[in-house]
């Protein structure tokens, strides 16, 4: 079994794939809860610095060469503007969370959109567009952002409108409840209760198919539905475990139960139909994790709470929608 520290409890090491950074993160995303319209947990930085670097996290990180960045490309535009815009988080703890202290953004997906601006613009300069999970595929199809971060989970419905480079992560869906709450052991506990889950998720679907007479009630990020959890506006709580685990971790009052239920591929959300940004993000990918800064990212956020070795990460294009 994977020890997790603090106040989260173990789980198996066959799952241990299975959680996100995003396990214990991320998310969201994924299309979990993370990332949605209400105020971030923490303050946000001056428009146009949320998520900006000072230095440089990953100095071993590659860069593409000018072979690699045609003229007129999506990665062109990208290095010609100084800054990747990332549609992502300020409020998934060990993904995508805004520190208050520093106000830079750390855990898993901030790292890695990090690394992707330094591989297209020589240097780890990023502004996070704090999106929500209804939102993601018109800030992707308007030019908003140019990537998504986000525990975006990869889809055959979702590829219809946008693009996804990787899968780079697999998490899954998991139960969370009050301290001391009983009766609630495995998904299908939750049938003929009230159940909260993040507003445009997976999770509404996967609830309604092992309890399809639990009542759903939806918020737009991981710190509200939280927030309803701990004021009894639903029993229990649908979220990748990763997320799960890092509130439990952080929260006394939140409890996991039980292990995911679904599996779900995080994918790189791209604008639909940009076969060459994508072939371009997924080669960086395979080079971030050839290079073992893939696990390093891992150790840095979720590793941070999950005992053992980073796992391996799931094969590039190995999911419908991918």
């Given at each position: ?40 947990a923490v303050p946000p930085a ?13 100095p071993s990180a590659p860069v ?182 890092a509130d439990g971790k952080s ?72």
């Open positions: 079994m994977i020890q997790l520290r603090g106040n989260a409890s173990a789980l198996s090491r066959t799952r241990r794939a299975a959680l996100t950074v995003m396990a214990v993160a991320s998310l969201a995303g994924a299309a979990a809860c993370s990332g949605g319209d209400g105020s971030p001056p428009a146009g610095d949320a998520g900006a670097q000072a230095g440089d996290p990953y593409a060469t000018a072979a690699d960045i045609p003229a007129g490309s999506t990665m062109d535009t990208i290095k010609k503007r100084g800054e990747l815009l990332v549609g992502g988080s300020l409020d998934a703890p060990l993904l995508s969370q805004q520190n208050p202290a520093t106000g830079q953004v750390e855990g898993f997906d901030a790292d890695l959109g990090k690394m992707l601006a330094k591989y297209i613009i020589g240097k780890p300069s990023v502004k996070i567009v704090n999106s929500a999970s209804e939102t993601r595929e018109a800030l992707l199809s308007n030019g908003t952002v140019d990537v998504v971060f986000q525990t975006y989970t990869i889809t055959p419905e979702r590829a219809r409108q946008v693009a996804f480079a990787g899968p780079y992560y697999t998490s899954g869906l998991a139960v969370a409840v009050k301290k001391g709450t009983t009766g609630i052991a495995k998904p299908e506990d939750l049938d003929g209760k009230t159940v909260i889950a993040g507003a445009n998720t997976p999770a509404i679907p996967a609830i309604k198919k092992v309890a399809p007479n639990a009542k759903i009630v939806t918020f737009g990020s991981d710190p509200e539905c939280i927030q309803a959890l701990k004021q009894d506006r639903g029993v229990a709580y649908v979220q990748d475990q990763s997320l799960l685990v929260d006394p009052e939140v409890q996991v139960v039980g292990e995911p239920f679904t599996t779900d591929p995080y994918g790189i959300g791209l604008k639909h139909g940009d076969d060459q940004m994508k072939k371009f993000v997924n080669d960086w990918l395979k080079k971030i994790q050839d290079a073992g800064l893939w696990q390093e990212a891992w150790k840095k956020s979720i590793g941070t709470v999950v005992q053992g070795e980073p796992p391996a990460p799931p094969a590039i294009g190995s999911v419908p929608g991918s």
